[in-house]
């Protein structure tokens, strides 16, 4: 019999449609037991924030971008204007030269040879953000990562771009919604994916530390959120949800919120997995009538906190609104209340990029 468990309390938001999917995941052939995170919330045909064990293998309970995650990058930087620093970001919607040293410091083994859209970070929620490690729980722990109160960093999320996507439109063409037909041979294009979305990450580090004048230096945390590893000779899938065993997980915010880096030690009960971000609360056609009717287009590229909005698209500048999410807060609670996590520093945004081009 599956088992359906959501870690969140009664103050967080969670729609009813998203434990719905849970419930309809859990009702799957093969499956054993679905943990939602308090992110949870409705997808495409599965929930986003959640993190499912089975004996069988589903493509569509990983989503199209396979190996989508978060790599957090140390910065030295003597002085971290974000007005300045702003003008200085690359233009990450535009795949680098052949000539450019991003490769050299990031690597040119590129998974499955696929070079469309390598080193840009994508539409969505994807970003690259410059950040300020505000304040310090776990002081030993932080500085095991080498990071320390007023430190900066480079928090790039983003995944595999249109290779994962090839790889979930092949298998709906043939099986639809339905079970993996070879798990093998899709495992072997779904880790191509999962590394290229790594190297993906790194190459957005390397071109944008390059431009603000910084030196580049390899993430104290890399971690996928959309992904499936086999554990235990089952299948525990991933959409939206980070590897929590004994892992240091970064917890996105909103780029007008902090975010958390955490120390994740989720059991069984949770499979293993921690939250990925603070979660939709609103859809994309929600917030964009909301936020138009209450907010700026000036407005939503300053922060409260200060910080500067590098996003040419209007639209997505309001689909991406920081109110169109749930209070990070309130998942940090959820996840330390039910011993998942424990906080080791939030961070402050100083520069947050989405797009350069409408």
Request: aromatic share 4%.
């Amino acid at each position: 019999m599956s088992t359906v468990t959501v870690f969140a309390s009664p103050r967080s938001w969670i729609e009813s449609d998203a434990v719905d999917q849970c419930h309809q995941v859990a009702a799957l052939d093969g499956m054993a037991h679905v943990a939602g995170m308090p992110d949870l919330h409705p997808g495409k045909g599965a929930p986003i924030g959640a993190a499912m064990l089975s004996s069988v293998l589903y493509p569509l309970l990983v989503g199209s971008d396979i190996g989508c995650g978060i790599a957090v990058f140390p910065v030295a930087l003597k002085r971290a204007v974000p007005e300045q620093l702003a003008r200085r970001f690359p233009d990450l919607d535009r795949v680098p030269d052949d000539d450019d040293p991003a490769w050299d410091l990031a690597g040119r083994d590129v998974p499955e040879g696929h070079l469309d859209g390598i080193g840009t970070v994508g539409r969505g929620n994807h970003f690259v953000e410059l950040a300020r490690i505000q304040t310090v729980f776990e002081p030993a722990h932080a500085e095991r990562l080498g990071l320390a109160a007023k430190s900066l960093v480079l928090i790039v999320h983003s995944g595999s771009r249109g290779l994962g996507e090839s790889i979930l439109r092949a298998h709906t063409q043939r099986h639809g919604a339905g079970p993996a037909a070879d798990p093998a041979e899709y495992l072997a294009r779904h880790d191509a994916a999962v590394r290229w979305g790594s190297l993906n990450r790194r190459l957005i580090a390397a071109r944008t530390l390059r431009a603000i004048g910084a030196r580049y230096a390899e993430p104290v945390v890399d971690l996928s959120h959309n992904l499936v590893e086999i554990r235990d000779g089952r299948y525990l899938h991933r959409k939206g949800a980070a590897p929590g065993d004994d892992r240091d997980v970064l917890i996105a915010g909103t780029r007008g919120t902090h975010s958390y880096l955490v120390a994740a030690h989720a059991g069984p009960e949770a499979n293993w997995s921690v939250a990925h971000g603070a979660g939709r609360k609103m859809s994309r056609a929600d917030a964009l009538r909301r936020g138009k009717a209450k907010h700026t287009v000036e407005e939503l590229r300053r922060t409260p906190l200060g910080s500067v909005v590098v996003c040419a698209d209007r639209k997505l500048l309001f689909e991406e609104a920081p109110t169109a999410y749930k209070r990070i807060e309130q998942v940090i609670g959820d996840l330390t209340d039910h011993k998942l996590a424990t906080p080791i520093a939030a961070t402050a945004p100083l520069v947050t990029y989405k797009t350069s081009r409408s």
